[in-house]
């Protein structure tokens, strides 16, 4: 079982940028799953923002196409996520997934989740 604490959400301004963390503890390998970064609004579904495969594949929303980039650190047990260009409508809970099997934003693919990080723009 995979543990994940996420790290660096904040308070910032549109127009700017913030990088969001999550280290994995436990059962670790990273090279051998799936993560993914997602969003949560209350009383919204979670939203799969971007995933990264064992590879290092990518594949983002298109509402953050361009704007924010998943990657990883499979030496550091770290996914990362930075975001750019951040908009009021990007203002949400942020949550670190792990053990998809392929590359994908659908969350019922994913084994093992944070408790999350808020990113607030105004």
């Known amino acids: 079982h995979v543990q994940l604490v996420e790290s660096g959400g904040g308070s910032v301004q549109a127009g700017g940028s913030l990088t969001l963390s999550c280290v994995a503890s436990?059962?670790?390998?990273?090279?051998?799953?799936?993560m993914a970064w997602f969003r949560q609004i209350p009383g919204n579904e979670r939203e799969g923002v971007a995933a990264?495969?064992?590879?290092?594949?990518?594949s983002a929303a298109d509402s953050v196409e361009g704007r924010f980039t998943i990657s990883k650190d499979n030496a550091k047990n770290t996914l990362y996520l930075q975001m750019d260009n951040l908009q009021p409508e990007d203002t949400a809970m942020y949550y670190c997934?792990?053990?998809?099997?392929?590359?994908?934003?659908?969350?019922?693919?994913?084994?093992?989740w944070g408790r999350g990080t808020q990113v607030t723009v105004s």
């Open positions: 990264i495969g064992m590879d290092g594949r990518t």
């Open positions: 997934a792990a053990g998809g099997s392929w590359v994908t934003l659908d969350s019922k693919e994913y084994k093992s």
């Open positions: 436990g059962a670790t390998h990273m090279n051998s799953f799936c």
